[in-house]
């Protein structure tokens, strides 16, 4: 009975997606969003505060965002505020699991021991893991990635760790340290560009010449501390819940 | 197309919310939701023969055609913000089972979910 | 000059820093509780660009009257109801601190996407805070119901991005008020389920039985009064400025809100633990402040709230104190609880006739302007039903406090008042905060100016202004 009424339920609310959504006027047919009539076509031109010029990779210099990436340019520049409140979701999520296992002391302990393969495998394979992490945040405004893809990348090397070695234990004050370090200096950042430009999280560091490692001013700063901050944060989470009952 | 699985997989999740009553399948059913939301995004903003929306040596300039780059990085927010609910929803499942020792809402007697 | 963005960055870098420092984060709470209220003193009207890049590519926050009453009214009580409870903070400090940058942040932002990133953050710290009262099974529920309902709100946000390519609210509003209503119908409706299911409104309020009843004095007061405000403020900008509802769909909508107002107060009728009584006015209140927002009464909406979210306050601590203390919030078990503890119980009783409407409090002139401005609008039924449920309202919050206030047959049935087990105590630093809030609700009821010259213009917002009637009480004096 529930099933059914779910069902009709879940077929009127389709029919109203899909009339409502196509039906709109001025609702793009799938793959012919018009890109021009966005807000969009600046971020693609960078000429929000500036003049409308050419951007070409590895040739023009001290644009307003010297981002090679543009998904990345909005991230941290243009919508800049959006990540530090994302920034802030991981952090309370991850404060409100580590208060609710507060109480747990120990760990827990799969029903099968990690054979030799595994535990020698994954020792070769954890600094490559965390050096690609590292990569992949350095890099976040040349090629696609960033800070949070990096620090997942980093806290997954961890996750292998402790499925690997039974007595594997990270010291998670520091982790702790580390994350609430790492987004402070973010807000600091974020106050310095305020004293500096009048504005909360400006780029206020030159930008440099698009498609080079140091440009892009900001970015690549706030990326690194984003993926410190979203590595250690995950580690959390993760040592969290693998946090056994003592009975 | 994709656009319509999208729109198919967020009824899904509804429908996943509606009639589950174990915790588990619930957040699962939550993510499916939020994953056809995050499918919708990314295919709202796709043009036709548009390029992914960075510069390389080969794509090397603003007159080319690119996909519509704020989706995506409205997806990114959306997708970390998911992370953030479901490691909270599951901290909160594994408190659940140790106070009723069951992960089944009917049998707990709580309110019922939906 | 002090930039309003102070008010979500400097909460946000305490509770970083209450990580590294975890011995000191109870003191950091305190000091950046009183570092924000100070600072809302000290602002100045007009719209703040975050990162320098002009609206509507880069987000801004617009403080205007409407977003400075907010912000006021929550730091105000932010202060009060934390310094009221700090016995009870337990783990609670930093997301205490990250809690006051998201409901500011969702007040002052003017971007659609950014509102989104707040309410999240707001709801992920009411999710953790409702897990005080160690019922996860309630908190569950409320994070399933609350993310679901983000998630349409992101769906419908999305969709407006598609069709008109801007996500800043006043863009938008430009934009949106150049079609036709009917095609905006969809949208409409996932916005506002979104925040529906926030703001307490009939279907989508589920979870607000099992969350909001087992409170302590912490978070009772601080969901009830806090984040109600915090998210009823929201609901109002959107719904009063960005979006343009059609004639037939702002109808139906209203018509929900007085139907959450009805169902609210009917349900709190038959009820006798004290905090499901007022949890069930609360959703009542809610159900009246939405459907003026709707009805386009920002100016009598945003007095409604101001006088709701005092009153709540004041009641939700005496309420969780009770609870607290004597572990029962049952009606009959503290009968005459008051006569030992009159300051409280003169504070309570305040609170509970403001929230009717009784003259000589804050309440009276809410509600009087409330009327007069929905008759003079030409809506004739909701004052009615405005009315129904204000004189049920006072059949059970009279019916409450005569039992408070008198003891028991014979003495017998108010033992657990005066129990020498588990007798009811209220700290005198709870006394003060409800000395001080009841003050408010006095000074507003006798000396209305004060208050109404902090809230004038409420109607004048963003760059489309909606026309608020304004009955203005000052001439009458």
């Known amino acids: 009975m529930k099933r059914i009424f779910a069902l009709v339920l879940v077929a009127v609310v389709g029919i109203l997606l899909f009339s409502g959504i196509y039906s709109m006027e001025g609702f793009p047919r799938y793959g012919e969003a018009e890109v021009s009539e966005r807000v969009s076509m600046s971020y693609i031109d960078k000429n929000v505060t500036r003049e409308n010029q050419e951007v070409v990779f590895g040739v023009s210099e001290n644009l307003e965002t010297g981002s090679a990436n543009i998904v990345t340019s909005i991230i941290v520049n243009y919508r800049s505020f959006d990540t530090l409140g994302e920034v802030t979701v991981l952090f309370v999520s991850a404060l409100g699991v580590s208060l609710l296992f507060g109480s747990f002391e120990g760990r827990l302990r799969s029903r099968y021991k990690p054979n030799f393969i595994l535990r020698t495998g994954s020792k070769v394979v954890f600094p490559l893991i965390l050096v690609m992490g590292a990569y992949i945040f350095i890099h976040g405004h040349l090629s696609p990635g960033g800070g949070f893809p990096g620090g997942s990348m980093i806290a997954s090397a961890i996750l292998l760790m402790y499925l690997a070695d039974e007595d594997f234990r990270v010291r998670i004050d520091d982790f702790k340290k580390t994350e609430g370090i790492a987004g402070a200096m973010y807000v600091l950042l974020g106050l310095v560009g305020l004293m500096i430009s009048n504005y909360f999280l400006s780029n206020f560091l030159d930008t440099g010449t698009v498609g080079t490692l140091f440009s892009a001013g900001i970015i690549p700063v706030v990326y690194v501390l984003v993926g410190l901050k979203v590595g250690s944060e995950l580690t959390g989470i993760i040592t969290d819940f693998l946090k056994g009952e003592v009975e | 197309m994709i656009q319509y699985a999208g729109i198919m997989l967020i009824l899904i999740g509804i429908y996943g919310l509606l009639t589950q009553s174990n915790i588990i399948k619930i957040i699962v059913s939550l993510n499916i939701f939020e994953l056809g939301l995050n499918v919708f995004i990314i295919s709202v903003g796709f043009v036709r023969e548009g390029i992914a929306p960075i510069l390389t040596s080969v794509n090397n300039h603003n007159g080319l055609v690119f996909v519509d780059p704020l989706p995506q990085a409205l997806v990114l927010t959306a997708i970390v913000i998911g992370l953030g609910t479901t490691a909270l929803g599951l901290a909160f499942a594994r408190s659940i089972y140790r106070q009723h020792g069951t992960l089944n809402l009917d049998e707990i007697g709580g309110p019922s979910n939906g | 000059m002090v930039n309003p963005v102070l008010l979500i960055a400097l909460p946000l870098l305490l509770a970083f820093v209450s990580i590294v420092f975890k011995a000191y984060k109870n ?426 010259d902090n809230l004038t213009d409420s109607g004048s917002l963003l760059d489309e202004v909606t026309p608020a009637y304004l009955f203005d009480l000052k001439g009458g004096q």
């Open chain 3, 27 to 452: 003191n950091l709470l305190v000091f950046g509780t009183l570092l924000n209220a100070g600072l809302v003193l000290t602002l100045n009207k007009g719209q703040y660009i975050i990162g320098g890049f002009q609206p509507p590519f880069g987000i801004n926050l617009v403080l205007d009257d409407f977003a400075l009453t907010g912000i006021l009214i929550i730091n105000g009580l932010f202060l009060v109801i934390t310094l009221m409870s700090l016995e009870k903070l337990e783990g609670f400090a930093s997301v205490l601190l990250v809690a006051l940058a998201g409901l500011n942040g969702l007040v002052l932002t003017g971007d659609l996407f950014n509102l989104f990133v707040f309410l999240e953050i707001t709801a992920i710290t009411a999710y953790i805070l409702s897990s005080a009262s160690k019922e996860y099974r309630y908190a569950f529920n409320y994070l399933v119901l609350g993310t679901l309902g983000s998630g349409l709100y992101l769906f419908g946000l999305i969709v407006l991005y598609a069709v008109f390519g801007t996500l800043n609210m006043a863009d938008l509003s430009v934009k949106m008020a150049a079609v036709d209503a009917s095609q905006l119908v969809l949208p409409s409706l996932l916005i506002f389920i979104g925040l529906a299911v926030e703001v307490k409104i009939l279907p989508f309020n589920g979870w607000v039985k099992g969350v909001y009843s087992g409170t302590n004095s912490l978070v009772g007061p601080l969901f009830a009064s806090v984040y109600a405000a915090g998210m009823l403020f929201v609901f109002g900008r959107i719904f009063a400025q960005v979006i343009p509802l059609g004639t037939y769909l702002r109808t139906s909508l209203v018509v929900l809100g007085a139907l959450t107002l009805l169902a609210g107060e009917v349900a709190a009728l038959s009820k006798t633990r004290i905090r499901e009584i007022l949890l069930y006015s609360s959703i009542g209140q809610s159900g009246l402040i939405a459907a003026l927002f709707l009805s386009g009464l920002v100016f009598v909406a945003v007095m409604q709230l101001v006088n709701n979210a005092l009153s709540k306050a004041i009641l939700f601590t005496v309420a969780g104190q009770m609870a607290d203390s004597t572990g029962t919030d049952e009606g009959e078990e503290l009968q005459g609880a008051f006569l030992e503890h009159k300051i409280a119980g003169v504070g309570f009783t305040i609170a509970a006739l403001s929230l009717i409407g009784l003259p000589l409090f804050y309440g009276f002139i809410s509600k009087m302007n409330l009327l007069f401005g929905i008759f003079y609008s030409d809506n004739y039924w909701l004052p009615v039903v405005i009315l129904l449920g204000t004189v049920i309202e006072g059949t059970y919050m009279v019916r409450l406090l005569v039992k408070l206030w008198t003891p028991g047959d014979e003495g017998i049935v108010s033992e657990k008042a005066f129990a020498t087990e588990r007798p009811l105590t209220i700290q005198s630093s709870k006394v003060m905060g409800i000395v001080v809030l009841s003050v408010v609700l006095l000074i507003g009821g006798l000396l209305p100016a004060v208050i109404q």
